[in-house]
């Protein structure tokens, strides 16, 4: 009987602990030096280090739990997958960025607004991958949500309909995103010399002159970085267009 007692007791106590499993036993980690996660702050940072050492393809659930020695279901509590994880790095990234003054006239606020979501994303390229769909929006954080704001309201006070300001954001966040990825995929590329090698040398020239032309040059040109001018080009004739037909 007192042994039986003691078995009993036993239990409780490993049913008390922090490392009990669901069947009673204890779980035991491997790592050492790390303190047992509790917050989200945390497994953020865990994420940003496997980003920055192996690429954002290498964030998966299982890999975040093994690097911060716990079990996936713990992360669970924080996050609901692999996309809500990434979505969350973006808010949180987005909240650390220091405020900027925007500009007052309108249309210069859009751009700047607009070059300000390039450059989040060009230092996190990954991100317009994730955010490649129409739905992104609404699992926007405030402060990625106010750049958004800007050039919806930049938008209606140069005399834009509500519904061409969503237009506007839209064509502009299709810009951006492309050429983002663009870059992005096209940046593993040797250097301009590799590049020309083999590019457009077996087109036919009467029927394709200027290709012909421009041959092993494309890759060249098309490395110049051109966004800047390119978008400012771009929201003027967007805004134009708006402002004609609603005149």
Request: glycine share 8%.
């Given at each position: 009987?007192?042994?039986?007692?003691?078995?009993?007791?036993?239990?409780?106590?490993?049913?008390?602990?922090?490392?009990?499993?669901?069947?009673?036993?204890?779980?035991?980690?491997?790592?050492?030096?790390?303190?047992?996660?509790?917050?989200?702050?945390?497994?953020?940072?865990?994420?940003?280090?496997?980003?920055?050492?192996?690429?954002?393809?290498?964030?998966?659930?299982?890999?975040?739990?093994?690097?911060?020695?716990?079990?996936?279901?713990?992360?669970?509590?924080?996050?609901?997958?692999?996309?809500?994880?990434?979505?969350?790095?973006?808010?949180d990234q987005a909240g650390r960025?220091?405020?900027?003054?925007?500009?007052?006239?309108?249309?210069?606020?859009?751009?700047?607004?607009?070059?300000?979501?390039?450059?989040?994303?060009?230092?996190?390229?990954?991100?317009?991958?994730?955010?490649?769909?129409?739905?992104?929006?609404?699992?926007?954080?405030?402060?990625?949500?106010?750049?958004?704001?800007?050039?919806?309201?930049?938008?209606?006070?140069?005399?834009?309909?509500?519904?061409?300001a969503v237009e506007l954001f839209?064509?502009?966040?299709?810009?951006?995103?492309?050429?983002?990825?663009?870059?992005?995929?096209?940046?593993?590329?040797?250097?301009?010399?590799?590049?020309?090698?083999?590019?457009?040398?077996?087109?036919?020239?009467?029927?394709?002159?200027?290709?012909?032309?421009?041959?092993?040059?494309?890759?060249?040109?098309?490395?110049?970085?051109?966004?800047?001018?390119?978008?400012?080009?771009?929201?003027?004739?967007?805004?134009?267009?708006?402002?004609?037909?609603?005149?």
């Amino acid at each position: 009987m007192l042994t039986v007692k003691r078995r009993d007791a036993a239990r409780t106590i490993l049913a008390a602990s922090p490392f009990a499993t669901h069947d009673g036993g204890v779980t035991r980690s491997t790592r050492t030096g790390r303190p047992p996660v509790t917050s989200r702050a945390q497994i953020l940072d865990a994420a940003r280090d496997i980003i920055e050492r192996d690429g954002w393809e290498k964030v998966t659930i299982r890999r975040l739990a093994s690097d911060l020695g716990i079990g996936a279901t713990t992360l669970y509590h924080h996050i609901r997958d692999r996309e809500d994880l990434l979505i969350q790095l973006l808010n949180d990234q987005a909240g650390r960025s220091s405020e900027v003054s925007l500009p007052a006239a309108p249309r210069d606020r859009i751009i700047v607004a607009a070059g300000m979501i390039h450059e989040s994303l060009r230092l996190w390229p990954w991100a317009a991958e994730v955010l490649a769909t129409d739905g992104f929006l609404a699992r926007l954080g405030d402060s990625a949500l106010d750049l958004v704001e800007a050039i919806l309201a930049g938008a209606v006070e140069i005399g834009c309909t509500r519904e061409q300001a969503v237009e506007l954001f839209r064509s502009i966040w299709y810009y951006i995103a492309g050429e983002i990825m663009v870059r992005s995929r096209s940046a593993h590329l040797a250097d301009a010399q590799e590049r020309r090698r083999g590019f457009l040398t077996d087109i036919d020239p009467e029927r394709f002159p200027q290709l012909a032309a421009i041959g092993g040059d494309w890759p060249v040109i098309a490395a110049h970085d051109t966004f800047a001018n390119s978008l400012q080009a771009f929201v003027d004739g967007l805004l134009a267009q708006a402002v004609a037909q609603n005149g």
